[in-house]
């Protein structure tokens, strides 16, 4: 009976040191290097990049992107200044963003500088990217016609106006007034005319009229903007996405999201908060979670 319990007791305490262990490990996330975090949002770009080989010369210069987007591409030059007439093996790249999942994962927020110099979250009716080569050789531009579903984004917005991105040396975007495209729009469709290369965006400044105060968010030991970052998304609104900072309006909804790696997927951590004056969002490892990144796109988009 002695030999029974004694070997009862050495198989509990077994199971309790290696529940210990895994517990311990679970709980203890490597800290990725930027380059690992950079790596796993470049990954996220290459997975909605689509291509489509263009041929001037039999009029093959139009096509509809995976959700719907209608493009024309014309009047197209290269380095030296030669029209597209005639152009044959032309490779159009195009990425197409109408969702904050997706915003997030390839870190394209709709963060826009207003008049006064401020940042501020916009609404998007969809963005995009656009380049062109023809064998291999950057062309200088291209004329691109675009008819853009407004259904994607819920529904016309007749204040919407273009933008474009621009990327620093961190790889944040940031978006600005584009004053020399242009756009038209019907309850059906978004018509945007541009001749820019690069990263677009049809979009509405996101206006709330109540007081506004700093939100402080502290994020987990050793994770800081160059391996992590935290967003925000307004209740009630599926097509923006903020970054954490700035000023909000006092008692407005929203969820504050910390992002990261783990490897190759994604660590997260989401917050709902209801903004108070001097409000402070304190993220902890032990919240986060490890999802691969289309269910992390999918969990965002379900955010209401």
């Not at 032309?90 to 709709?110: C, W, Y």
């Not at 040396?169 to 729009?185: H, N, P, R, Y």
């Not at 209740?235 to 900072?245: D, H, Y």
Request: with cysteine.
């Amino acid at each position: 009976m002695k030999n029974l319990i004694g070997t009862l007791c050495a198989f509990l305490m077994l199971a309790l040191l290696l529940t210990a262990c895994r517990d311990d490990d679970e709980s203890q996330s490597e800290v990725p290097t930027p380059e690992e975090f950079q790596s796993l949002r470049q990954t996220a770009l290459d997975n909605i990049t689509q291509t489509f080989e263009l041929d001037f010369s039999t009029g093959a210069n139009s096509f509809t992107s995976e959700q719907g987007v209608e493009l024309y591409v014309y009047s197209c030059t290269d380095a030296s200044g030669n029209q597209s007439t005639g152009f044959t093996d032309v490779d159009l790249k195009f990425m197409e963003i109408f969702d904050r999942g997706t915003m997030l994962v390839t870190n394209r927020p709709t963060v826009g500088i207003s008049p006064s110099g401020e940042e501020g979250i916009l609404i998007s009716g969809g963005e995009f990217f656009l380049d062109a080569t023809q064998n291999g050789a950057q062309l200088d531009a291209c004329a691109i016609n675009a008819t853009i579903p407004t259904d994607l984004t819920g529904g016309v917005d007749f204040n919407m106006s273009l933008w474009t991105g621009n990327i620093d040396a961190d790889g944040d975007l940031t978006w600005v007034a584009d004053t020399t495209s242009g756009i038209e729009m019907d309850t059906s469709a978004y018509f945007v005319f541009t001749d820019e290369f690069g990263w677009i965006n049809c979009d509405v400044f996101w206006d709330d009229p109540r007081p506004r105060t700093a939100v402080t968010v502290e994020t987990p030991t050793d994770y800081d903007e160059t391996n992590s970052a935290v967003y925000f998304s307004i209740v009630g609104e599926t097509s923006g996405l903020g970054r954490a900072g700035g000023q909000f309006p006092i008692g407005q909804e929203a969820h504050f999201i910390f992002a990261t790696a783990e490897d190759d997927d994604w660590r997260y951590a989401v917050q709902a908060v209801t903004i108070s004056e001097d409000e402070i969002v304190t993220f902890n490892l032990d919240d986060t979670t490890v999802v691969t990144e289309s269910e992390l796109i999918d969990i965002i988009n379900a955010l209401p």
